[in-house]
């Protein structure tokens, strides 16, 4: 798996969009971008992924580069309960392969009122 | 998304006794399944990947001896922490692969006393 550099910390205020930043420069060409967070002493939840287009569900919007070497996820009107840990990893898809994640350190985002 | 059931949420043991984790897919079967460790402050650290009817591949540094891993059925998998002392005390972990995304378990809170 490709590693990915997440900013350690974000703040954000209640209502705002949170944008929260993505660098995976040596991704390969089958390797896709998910996005999961954690929030405190839970399993972590499944927000989105994308290989190259942009994409949006109800929890989120993923931006990718056209070079794919970097990447954003938005949450449109953060709550406070957006407040968790966001992590970035880029792995290829398909059944065998996709709990198998290589986990940074992620971003840990704060929601304030 | 699917459901993957974790038991216990937590548990506290004495050290040098055994403790065992279920995790449970409740409406999809699977037949790979991983298990993360994830100490305080810290993120997830993959331990084993198990397939339904063979034996379990463990990480690096992670005692196959020590973290009993039987993948018993389609919809369960046991990791049974064998001595525990309180170095294992940890958040436990476990994640079924679906065809695009990881269903994460709750977790388990170990603390070994």
């Known amino acids: 798996d490709a590693k990915t550099t997440q900013p350690p910390s974000m703040d954000c205020a209640e209502g705002r969009a949170a944008n929260l930043p993505c660098n995976h420069s040596?991704?390969?060409?089958?390797?896709?971008v998910y996005w999961y967070r954690q929030i405190h002493s839970q399993g972590p939840q499944y927000i989105i992924h994308?290989?190259?287009n942009n994409e949006t569900n109800e929890m989120a919007s993923l931006i990718i580069t056209e070079d794919r070497k970097s990447s954003t996820l938005i949450l449109p009107h953060a709550t406070l309960r957006d407040t968790a840990v966001y992590y970035c990893?880029?792995?290829?898809?398909?059944?065998?392969?996709?709990?198998?994640?290589?986990f940074g350190d992620g971003t840990t985002l704060t929601v304030k009122p | 998304g699917a459901v993957v059931s974790q038991h216990p949420s937590w548990v506290i043991c004495k050290s040098g006794t055994s403790v065992k984790i279920e995790c449970r897919s409740l409406?999809?079967?699977?037949?790979?399944m991983f298990w993360y460790r994830q100490f305080p402050k810290q993120s997830l650290m993959l331990m084993a990947t198990?397939?339904?009817?063979?034996?379990?591949?463990?990480e690096q540094g992670v005692e196959k001896d020590k973290f009993l891993i039987n993948h018993a059925s389609l919809t369960l998998s046991t990791l049974t922490v064998t001595s525990a002392h309180p170095e294992d005390s940890s958040f436990y972990i476990c994640?079924?692969?679906?065809?695009?995304?990881?269903?994460f378990g709750q977790g388990t809170r170990l603390t070994v006393v």
């Open positions: 994640a079924w692969t679906g065809l695009t995304e990881a269903f």
């Open positions: 040596t991704i390969s060409g089958n390797e896709y």
């Open positions: 994308g290989l190259k």
């Open positions: 990893i880029v792995r290829v898809e398909g059944n065998t392969n996709a709990g198998k994640s290589t």
């Open positions: 409406d999809f079967q699977a037949t790979t």
């Open positions: 198990s397939n339904e009817g063979s034996k379990a591949t463990y």
